[in-house]
C-alpha cells in the first residue's frame, strides 16, 4: 500500500489512502462547527454547544488545486478580513433510508471565512461563509485520526514573499467525542436531505496574520510530511 505521514510532536504513524475520494457521487451536503474548539487542549472537554452552520452542498466546494471566491461583491459596507481557517473535516454517511449516521473518513479542508462579517455580527455567519471553502482529495479512515495532528500552512503574495505557520489538529483539541457529535447531527436542519455530509470542525488557532489579512491574489498552501502540498488554492475576488 501507499503510505503517507501526518507529523506528530513525538511519534509518526502510517496513514492509508480510504477506498472513497469522490464526495460528489452522493447527495452532499456540508456543514460547519463555529466557535467548537478548546483553547487548551489540555483543559477538560466541554459539552457540544457550538452552532452549526450549513453551508452548502458537496458540489460548491472548490477542489484541492482549485480557486476559492472570495465573493467581495457581496459583503456590501462591511470591513473585508479575510482568513483562511485549516480544519478537519469529517464525513458521515448513512444508508438511504437509515436514520443512523456513522463518521467513517476524515480529511483537511479550508473553511474560507470573512472575519470582517463574523466580528459584526456572529448571527450573520452565513455571510461570513460567502468564500469558498476547499477540501483536499485524499480521505483517511477515522479509526487512524490521531489526537494531535500538525501540518504546515504557507501564505504566498503575488510579490512572492512567502509566509508560514504551524497548524495543529486532531481529537484532543476538539470539546466532544465522535459520539457526541453523531448523536447531535441527527437534530440538525436539513441533515434528513443527504445521504452524507460533511462537517468541517472548525479551526483550533487565532487570526493568522494578525493586521494582515489575506488579499486577493494570495495562494494558500497546506503541507503534509511526506506527501507534500494537499491544499494548493489561489484567492480570486
Request: net charge neutral; hydrophobic share 40%.
Amino acid at each position: 500500500d501507499t503510505r503517507f505521514y501526518w507529523r506528530y510532536k513525538l511519534t509518526r504513524q502510517p496513514l492509508r489512502i480510504s477506498g472513497r475520494t469522490d464526495h460528489r457521487s452522493f447527495r452532499t451536503g456540508v456543514y460547519g462547527l463555529a466557535k467548537c474548539y478548546n483553547k487548551n487542549a489540555d483543559s477538560p472537554a466541554v459539552q457540544l454547544s457550538a452552532p452549526y452552520y450549513f453551508r452548502g452542498t458537496g458540489g460548491t466546494l472548490a477542489p484541492a488545486t482549485g480557486p476559492i471566491n472570495a465573493r467581495l461583491h457581496e459583503n456590501g459596507n462591511v470591513p473585508i478580513v479575510l482568513s483562511e481557517e485549516i480544519e478537519l473535516v469529517l464525513l458521515a454517511h448513512r444508508e438511504q433510508y437509515e436514520k443512523s449516521w456513522a463518521i467513517e473518513e476524515f480529511t483537511v479542508g479550508n473553511d474560507f471565512t470573512n472575519l470582517g462579517v463574523f466580528r459584526q455580527d456572529p448571527a450573520l455567519i452565513m455571510r461570513a461563509k460567502a468564500p469558498t471553502a476547499s477540501i483536499a482529495q485524499h480521505w483517511w479512515s477515522v479509526e487512524e485520526l490521531a489526537n494531535d495532528i500538525t501540518v504546515e500552512v504557507r501564505r504566498i503574495q503575488p510579490q512572492g514573499l512567502t509566509s508560514t505557520y504551524l497548524a495543529f489538529l486532531g481529537l484532543k483539541y476538539l470539546p466532544f467525542s465522535l459520539n457526541e457529535l453523531l448523536s447531535d447531527l441527527s437534530t440538525w436542519n436539513g441533515i434528513d436531505l443527504f445521504e452524507q455530509v460533511l462537517i468541517y470542525t472548525g479551526a483550533p488557532r487565532g487570526f493568522a496574520w494578525s493586521g494582515k489579512p489575506v488579499q486577493v491574489g494570495d495562494t494558500i498552501e497546506v503541507v503534509l510530511e511526506g506527501m507534500g502540498v494537499i491544499l494548493r488554492n489561489l484567492v480570486e475576488p
